[in-house]
């Protein structure tokens, strides 16, 4: 098993320019989450998918949306992309028997 | 919502010694509290976790203790080694299907030779 995989690992971009964050798992897990991680500030939840098909807000959603495409995959987009939004991404997910979040290894994003 | 505040943000023992770190949390709705110890340029990753049905769980050096009146968690760390420094990170959630985490903003432990 992979468990959480994330790509990409670094990216830059320029402000105004849009990207999309990949998140996969092969753990069959039902529900997925993206976090930011800025320091100081611990990791803030972006958005969830509790279930395929389904997408909520979490604390900090301005500037984001997401997809759940299937079972296995949670992409977050960035439409028009901010410093503001220079962060460590991390998507997490869990089984619908356990409170545990297995988290993928990041994506460290810089906008200029 | 629910608010997490961890103290203190960095903590510095000598190998050997003990590390306690305090979170308190303000929904009185949540049930499930994990610690994540975070390793610099690694993913966080469970160490611990409580529900709010038991007062307290250890795992070898580790151990929370949670007391739910006063809407507060702690984590204890004996027999420091160096390999436990690290961001160690609380969370708290109300449980359930989605069970989203609010996490404390982290203690760097530093454990000195």
Redesign the interface.
Known sequence: NAGVTQTPKFQVLKTGQSMTLQCAQDMNH??M?WYRQDP??????IY?S??EGTT?K??VPNGYNVSRLNKREFSLRLESAAPSQTSVY?CAS?P?DS???Y????TRLTVT | GENVEQHPSTLSVQEGDSAVIKCTYSDSASNYFPWYKQELGKRPQLIIDIRSNVGEKKDQRIAVTLNKTAKHFSLHITETQPEDSAVYFCAASRGGTASKLTFGTGTRLQVTL
Request: glycine fraction near 20%.
């Open positions: 039902n529900s989450y100081g500030m611990g990791l803030r939840l969830y509790a279930s909520d979490g604390e991390f869990k619908n409170y545990e979040q988290f993928g290894p990041g």
